[in-house]
């Protein structure tokens, strides 16, 4: 139904989510969360509750949650990872409005309309309010509304890492290049399409199954589109094209041994799925790249560079304000509750997602 995370990413969460600061305030907040990890399907896999207003760490905003967006690693969270105790708030994208800031924040100030990705060891953003390192933080695009702007901010980190850190391309980049994007119809996919043709000269060839997925890649700019269910060497090949760089989002268990035949020699691969076992080997004979994009790195282990994130948001609010990139927004499930959030991912884990879901604040 969905990757599997590894037990070593795991033990990491759930050693940070422990370690993370707690508030001894009074004052209560509405917020989604779970306390036993498990299938979405069980009573109360997901609850309302009442939780203390976040305390604010020195580089720390806190928010006024007025949108946010559904992702894997939601779904993920939920369903493998247990809580030592209390309740686990669930969400990470979020877009809303400043109302305090910490004592070392530089980059915002009370009032500021804020979009971002928060970070996977502290509380998530299915709340009344949330706190956190204003690094990581982008101002919101005018011209979008806050459910729709919680759209953006995890799968175009994303997008943007993989195309400019683990790639390694240079704006302007890429002619006479071919970009694999495999997984094409999903968040990730449907902003890498868009930044890849906007960005650099790579030509795009996205995969998708389903005639609605077909025609959304189509949308999103890429320039051909092939089938994840029939064989991708022969498809590929047909069109004539040797790619040098893939991005494998979804399925790249069962896809690995066609990634290494169809790329090019000192070609390279990233993955941002969670596949139980490839054979790294494989790829030895053609010197291939490989690597992984994870977004939460950078705010995990408090990078030195954590400011790329709140950069890149910057630009990517600038991007849509003019008209250059488009919503991947597809359906908005109304108010955070129970019900709308329990909905969201279960349209999430159904394999069939297409775009973004998104919900308004409390």
């Known amino acids: ?16 989510c422990g370690n993370a600061k707690t508030s001894t305030q009074e004052t209560q907040m509405k917020a989604i969360g779970y306390q036993r990890n498990g299938p979405i399907e069980v009573s109360n ?3 309302e509750f009442e939780a203390d207003t976040p305390d604010l760490r020195q580089r720390d905003i806190l928010v006024e949650v007025r949108g946010i967006s559904v992702n894997p690693v939601d779904v993920k969270v939920r369903a493998n990872i247990p809580v030592d105790k209390g309740t686990k708030i669930i969400g990470y994208d979020a877009a809303g409005v400043v109302k305090a800031v910490g004592s070392d924040v530089r980059n915002f100030g009370v009032g500021d309309e804020v979009f971002y990705s928060g970070d996977l060891t502290r509380q998530g953003t299915n709340a009344e309010l949330h706190s956190v390192d204003d690094r990581i933080v982008g101002r919101k695009p005018n011209s979008l509304s806050f459910a729709e702007a919680a759209g953006f901010p995890l799968t ?22 071919v970009l694999l994007v495999v997984g094409g119809a999903g968040g ?5 399409i868009q930044l890849a043709k906007l960005l650099t000269k790579l030509t795009v060839v996205a995969t998708a199954s389903r005639p609605e997925s ?3 890649i189509r949308q999103m700019g890429a320039d051909f589109v ?5 064989c991708l060497v022969e498809q590929v090949g047909n069109l004539g094209f040797v790619p040098r760089y893939v991005a494998s989002l979804s399925g790249t268990e069962g896809h690995f041994p066609s990634l290494i035949e169809l790329i090019k020699p000192r070609g390279h691969i990233v993955l941002i799925d969670d596949p139980s ?4 080997n494989a790829i030895k004979s053609k010197a291939l790249s490989f690597s992984w994009e994870f977004m939460f790195a950078r705010s995990m282990y408090q990078t030195c560079d954590m400011q790329k994130q709140g950069d890149l948001l910057n630009r990517v609010s600038e991007m849509i304000d003019q008209g250059n990139l488009a919503s991947t927004v597809t359906s908005n499930l109304g108010r955070i509750s129970v019900d709308s959030v329990t909905a969201a991912h279960v349209k999430q884990e159904s394999g069939r997602s297409i775009g973004k879901t998104v919900l ?3």
Request: no cysteine.
């Open 188 to 192: 990730v996919g449907s902003i890498l």
């Open 226 to 230: 092939i089938s994840h269910r029939q």
């Open 1 to 16: 139904m969905f990757a599997a995370i590894s037990i070593e990413w795991i033990f990491l969460i759930t050693m940070m």
């Open 360 to 362: 308004e604040g409390f």
């Open 277 to 280: 076992g490839l054979d790294i």
């Open 156 to 177: 175009s980190i994303t997008a943007w890492e993989l195309l400019f850190d683990s790639l390694s391309l240079k704006e302007g980049e890429g002619d006479n290049e």
């Open 214 to 216: 077909v025609d959304w």
């Open 45 to 47: 896999a997901l609850i």
